[in-house]
């Protein structure tokens, strides 16, 4: 029978080996499922993923003792601007150490930021080039602010000290305009953040005609809670929103996508505040210089027009008198061409009177009678055709000196 080993025993042989085979720190790259702290320490679940089908292919514990987390951790977290997080790649400086009651695990002792820089800005990228290809990435900037912003629907927690910073600035305005608000209470950072902000949306998605706008503010957290602002979904929920989406995250690290599809980024809570203030004021300045450039060109033109009163007022009474001397002179010219054409008319119809006279004259039927002729009448008509009268007809014959009846016979 072979030897038997005690269970310590046989780990001493496993540690011996491994550290007489591994003395080495190697650096690797691996995905954290688990990440969390402990009495100072950060313990790990390290993982990689197929890459086609992100099926586990391998795991491993890590750790990273306090003295040496105190300085890795500030240090990542400054250059990334997140925490470590699930899900999140990293390249780990490590080496194997196995102890007999607990087991194998890698021990960190250094975090290079920039590995996990450059894949946060690939995952970023390939965020972005998926919003592009699906045509919203720019779809809020071509909204329009409404020139009187005033509605405005919050979405932040609701006790967060930025929510309270972006109302009281809004409230203590120096212009005494007047907003108002209503919070949609969301989570604003950790792995929760998206579906919360989500959520949000959906709620005053139901009421978007009771608003003009929508701020997104977050203030008091660290800047390395930010990882929920870099997601497709978030993004493509505020993208496709139909109302302007103002984001006040309070960070000053590169833009995050939900930044970048939003309609306008400011920094800060206060800052968002500001910028609707700052709006109205802007468009209230544009409307009293409407009112003065209008008041302006009114009383120019009564100007104007008072002054072309007064020199038509001025000329009517020499126009008046010019025109009545025109038209004296016209009368006097139509009177006098009446009084010719009146004459002229009286002289000719005399004439033609004249004429006419003398013709009746020479048809007067005593003419012929006192030329020696006479006229037989009967029944008062001229007899013409002797045929005319029979026997005993009574006739009558005028004759320049009387006249003289008879019968026929």
């Known amino acids: 029978m072979d030897e038997?080993?005690?269970?310590?025993?046989?780990?001493?042989?496993?540690?011996?080996?491994?550290?007489?085979?591994?003395?080495?720190e190697y650096w690797v790259e691996a995905e954290l499922s688990e990440c969390r702290e402990s009495r100072g320490h950060c313990y790990?679940?390290?993982?990689?993923k197929d890459e086609r089908t992100a099926t586990p292919v391998a795991k491993a514990s890590a750790r990273c003792?306090?003295?040496?987390?105190?300085?890795?951790?500030?240090?990542?977290?400054?250059?990334?601007?997140?925490?470590?997080?699930?899900?999140m790649k990293v390249l780990l400086r490590v080496y194997p150490q196995f102890h007999e009651a607990f087991g194998f695990a890698w021990i960190v002792t250094d975090i290079d930021p920039s590995y996990t820089l450059g894949d946060m800005a690939r995952k970023r990228m390939e965020i972005i080039r998926q919003l592009?290809?699906?045509?919203?990435?720019?779809?809020?900037?071509?909204?329009?602010?409404?020139?009187?912003?005033?509605?405005?629907?919050?979405?932040s927690s609701e006790t967060a000290a930025g929510y309270g910073d972006f109302c009281r600035q809004l409230a203590e305005n120096p212009h005494g305009f007047q907003f108002t608000t209503r919070l949609f209470p969301a989570i604003m950072q950790g792995e929760d953040t998206e579906g919360s902000i989500i959520a949000a949306l959906n709620r005053i998605n139901e009421a978007y005609e009771d608003f003009d706008a929508v701020v997104i503010i977050r203030g008091g957290g660290a800047t390395s809670d930010l990882s929920g602002f870099d997601t497709l979904a978030l993004a493509e929920n505020v993208a496709n929103f139909p109302l302007p989406v103002i984001t006040g995250i309070g960070h000053d690290r590169d833009e995050c996508v939900l930044d970048m599809v939003s309609h306008t980024r400011v920094k800060t809570p206060t800052a968002a505040a500001d910028l609707l203030i700052s709006r109205l004021k802007a468009v209230l300045d544009?409307?009293?210089?409407?009112?003065?450039?209008?008041?302006?060109?009114t009383q120019q033109r009564l100007y104007t027009l008072g002054t072309r009163l007064t020199a038509v007022a001025?000329?009517?009474?020499?126009?008046?008198?010019?025109?009545?001397?025109?038209?004296?002179?016209?009368?006097?010219?139509?009177?006098?061409?009446?009084?010719?054409?009146?004459?002229?008319?009286?002289?000719?119809?005399?004439?033609?009177?004249?004429?006419?006279?003398?013709?009746?004259?020479?048809?007067?039927?005593?003419?012929?009678?006192?030329?020696?002729?006479?006229?037989?009448?009967?029944?008062?008509?001229?007899?013409?055709?002797?045929?005319?009268?029979?026997?005993?007809?009574?006739?009558?014959?005028?004759?320049e000196k009387g006249r003289v009846k008879s019968v026929v016979k």
Do not use: M
Not at 65 to 87: D, H, M, Q, V
């Open 44 to 48: 790990l679940e390290l993982i990689q």
């Open 286 to 297: 544009a409307v009293e210089d409407a009112q003065e450039r209008i008041a302006r060109a």
């Open 314 to 399: 001025e000329a009517i009474p020499r126009l008046f008198s010019v025109v009545k001397v025109r038209q004296e002179a016209r009368i006097d010219a139509l009177y006098n061409r009446l009084a010719t054409a009146a004459l002229r008319q009286i002289s000719e119809r005399k004439h033609r009177v004249e004429i006419i006279g003398e013709r009746v004259k020479a048809l007067d039927p005593t003419l012929p009678l006192k030329r020696g002729y006479s006229i037989t009448l009967k029944d008062g008509r001229a007899v013409r055709d002797p045929s005319a009268l029979q026997k005993g007809d009574e006739i009558e014959t005028l004759l």
């Open 132 to 155: 592009k290809e699906q045509g919203v990435f720019d779809l809020q900037k071509e909204q329009e602010l409404p020139l009187f912003c005033q509605h405005i629907a919050v979405i």
């Open 4 to 24: 038997r080993l005690t269970l310590l025993a046989l780990n001493r042989l496993v540690k011996d080996a491994i550290e007489a085979e591994l003395p080495d």
């Open 65 to 87: 003792w306090a003295s040496k987390w105190a300085l890795i951790r500030p240090y990542f977290e400054r250059t990334t601007g997140e925490r470590l997080r699930p899900g």
